[in-house]
């Protein structure tokens, strides 16, 4: 599949701080998705966009669909200690394409 | 209800040995996917499983890999002859149909093949 780009690779955040991660593709996707996997787990789905343009929240988390159906970026509100864990935005074209991930890291 | 399982949860083999790791979807989903991630990467396409339609093989890295899913259920997928560079989280995922972009695919957690 197609790889997205994703960034930033990682980051440690203040507990209560916002965090916004991005992601980018050379291809045009009609759905994008943002997953989170915690240590042993397998990813878990957090918000699916279907629209460009489109701004979906999920609690603390919001996430956008790129006008040009090229990218997407995700924000986490007033973050938390279980916040914590690696996200991946993905496209999907059937089969998933997904970004490299970011790592978040709460500092208490 | 269960989510998907898959089996073994770890799995140490020696180089040029075959290995299958084992995938139940959720009950009632028709397509079934297989997905690797290596240390530190996002997850990577392997094959897909659409009912009774032949298998989209498109990612599977090698003739070393392969792949099957008995009645429309339970997928396993094989790799031969493994090589150190097989060594990643194999992860497998379904979805109700497998016929629209909509659709969400639930992860199970994975096997974690390290080939020694």
């Known amino acids: 599949g197609q790889q997205l780009n994703q960034s930033p690779q990682s980051m440690f955040i203040q507990e209560g701080e916002d965090v916004s991660m991005n992601c980018t593709s050379s291809s045009i996707f009609n759905t994008w998705l943002w997953y989170k996997q915690d240590p042993g787990e397998g990813p878990v789905l957090l918000i699916a966009l279907y629209k460009a343009g489109e701004l979906t929240s999920n609690g603390r988390l919001t996430a956008q669909f790129g006008i040009t159906r090229k990218d997407s970026f995700l924000n986490i509100s007033a973050s938390i200690p279980s916040d914590v864990g690696i996200y991946f935005c993905a496209g999907n074209d059937y089969k998933l394409s997904f970004g490299a991930g970011t790592t978040v890291t709460v500092r208490a | 209800g269960a989510g998907v399982s898959q089996s073994p949860s770890n799995k140490v083999t020696e180089k040029g040995k075959d290995v299958e790791l084992r995938c139940d979807p959720i009950?009632?989903?028709?397509?079934l996917y297989w997905y690797r991630q290596s240390l530190g990467q996002g997850l990577e396409f392997l094959i897909y499983?659409?009912?009774?339609?032949?298998?989209?093989k498109s990612g599977l890295p090698s003739d070393r890999f392969s792949a099957e899913r008995t009645g429309g259920s339970v997928s396993t997928l094989t790799i031969q002859r493994t090589q150190q560079e097989d060594s990643a989280v194999y992860l497998c995922a379904s979805s109700i149909s497998g016929t629209g972009v909509q659709e969400t695919q639930y992860f199970g957690p994975g096997t974690r093949l390290l080939v020694l």
């Open positions: 499983f659409q009912g009774n339609s032949a298998p989209d």
């Open positions: 009950s009632g989903h028709t397509a």
